[in-house]
């Protein structure tokens, strides 16, 4: 089960989160969300890939033109589309040797067909609430759902995950289930992780 927390910002916090030792970790590159990173200091992404950590950035129908230079710039290795970016889109992104996933905002079992014109071109998929906004509605959806996803892509699971939920993750199977992304519900204030209760649902995982 792989671990991605997502919405990092704040250099000192970015560190604590960082001796968790997640798989991967979130910076979202979108300025309408209360998380956006707005100047992200240069040196904090090179610290993550340091340590192992994949380093993520988060865009929502950002042009190609900003996507390439802000992972260029920083030195990204994944981005995650959570807007209605196309197949073109995704592939070109992975042309520059970037891994790209591809979020998909679930209300009911239709919302998963979207995924098969995706299945060539994006390396992950991610599943999360469908709402009014992109992402970050402290919100579940029905995981009952995903019984229904038929595809070849390895997905992570997102939306609302809490330090409560431990046990239902622990419950859920899918053959493609690759990890889980945490975010608002590990959360202060935005942007800023309490480590204290990732660090207990981290543990609550591990256990028999």
């Known amino acids: ?124 998929f991610l599943f999360d609430t469908k709402t009014a906004l992109s992402g970050g509605s402290g919100r579940h959806f029905d995981w009952d759902l995903l019984k229904d996803y038929s595809g070849t892509k390895p997905f992570f699971l997102s939306g609302g995950i809490g330090v409560d939920d431990a046990e239902k993750v622990k419950a859920f199977y899918h053959p493609l289930l690759l990890g889980i992304d945490l975010n608002s519900r590990f959360e202060i204030e935005p942007a800023v992780k309490e480590v204290g209760l990732l660090k207990c649902f981290i543990n609550q995982l591990m256990e028999k």
Request: hydrophobic share 40%.
């Open 1 to 124: 089960m792989k671990l991605k927390i997502c919405g990092m910002r704040e250099s000192v916090n970015v560190s604590k989160v960082i001796a968790l030792k997640p798989d991967y970790m979130g910076f979202i590159f979108y300025p309408e969300s209360s998380r956006f990173v707005g100047d992200l200091e240069y040196n904090i992404i090179s610290l993550v890939k340091s340590q192992g950590i994949e380093p993520v950035a988060v865009f929502v129908n950002a042009s190609m033109e900003t996507m390439i230079q802000t992972c260029t710039w920083y030195g990204f290795t994944h981005v995650q589309l959570h807007g209605d970016e196309t197949p073109q889109t995704c592939e070109v992104l992975r042309t520059k040797g970037l891994q790209v996933i591809k979020a998909f905002s679930v209300a009911d079992s239709s919302d998963l067909k979207k995924t098969a014109v995706y299945e060539n071109c994006c390396d992950y």
